[in-house]
T-cell receptor, first 112, second 114 residues
Framework: GESVGLHLPTLSVQEGDNSIINCAYS??????FIWYKQESGKGPQFIID?????DKRQGQRVTVLLNKTVKHLSLQIAATQPGDSAVYFC???????????FGAGTRLFVKA | NAGVTQTPKFQVLKTGQSMTLQCAQD?????MYWYRQDPGMGLRLIYY???????DKGEVPNGYNVSRLNKREFSLRLESAAPSQTSVYFC?????????????FGQGTRLTVV
């Protein structure tokens, strides 16, 4: 069935280093992918998205890479800051669909 | 901007009790969603409303009902609460569904069923 999974449930990085969070998806029909950030006690917040006609998209300090061949998605955070500590979810959907599928999440710890 | 507002923020129910979770958005979005989030798991879709006047089942609809009251409001009802429904519930909205726009989430309702 459809599933979106994450390779690492917890990631710990030093402040100032770059972070890479990985995600695998299984639905070949998915053509829209989103990364969300969830801080403790809050709802998920949109970070960045990418459509399947792209391999890479950059935002402010964040980059999402999409490899459709191996159905892999990654989120790169440059110069990680304490405020980046949160749980990060990848999610996928497809054109015409309403059922966004979320991965289990990766908790990012940033050490000062 | 308020965005997506959920009430209540916390609730404790006894098994068998009923309650309604309220959600309202002020972004004039067409689509609205209810998710539940359990420890160690991602969000799972309970029900969604693609547009005003329509509702559809998501991944885990059993034990729940929804009402899209108008374009702004989308409520989730538990008719007879069970301990398995202990979870954090999130309402979300998006301008459109599917592969077009991201969703905006409320702050969540933490529900405990004892």
């Amino acid at each position: 069935g459809e599933s979106v999974g994450l390779h690492l449930p917890t990631l710990s990085v030093q402040e100032g280093d770059n972070s890479i969070i990985n995600c695998a998806y299984s639905n070949s029909a998915s053509d829209y992918f989103i990364w969300y950030k969830q801080e403790s006690g809050k709802g998920p917040q949109f970070i960045i998205d990418i459509r399947s006609n792209m391999d890479k998209r950059q935002g402010q300090r964040v980059t999402v890479l999409l490899n459709k061949t191996v159905k892999h998605l990654s989120l790169q955070i440059a110069a990680t800051q304490p405020g980046d500590s949160a749980v990060y979810f990848c999610a996928e959907n497809h054109t015409g669909g309403f059922k966004t599928i979320f991965g289990a999440g990766t908790r990012l710890f940033v050490k000062a | 901007n308020a965005g997506v507002t959920q009430t209540p923020k916390f609730q404790v129910l006894k098994t068998g009790q009923s309650m309604t979770l309220q959600c309202a958005q002020d972004m004039n979005h067409n689509s609205m969603y209810w998710y539940r989030q359990d420890p160690g798991m991602g969000l799972r879709l309970i029900y969604y409303s693609a547009s005003e006047g329509t509702t559809d089942k998501g991944e885990v609809p059993n034990g729940y009902n929804v009402s899209r009251l108008n374009k702004r409001e989308f409520s989730l009802r538990l008719e007879s609460a069970a301990p398995s429904q202990t979870s954090v519930y999130f309402c979300a909205s998006s301008e459109y569904g599917g592969a077009r726009t991201e969703a905006f989430f409320g702050q969540g309702t933490r529900l405990t069923v004892v």
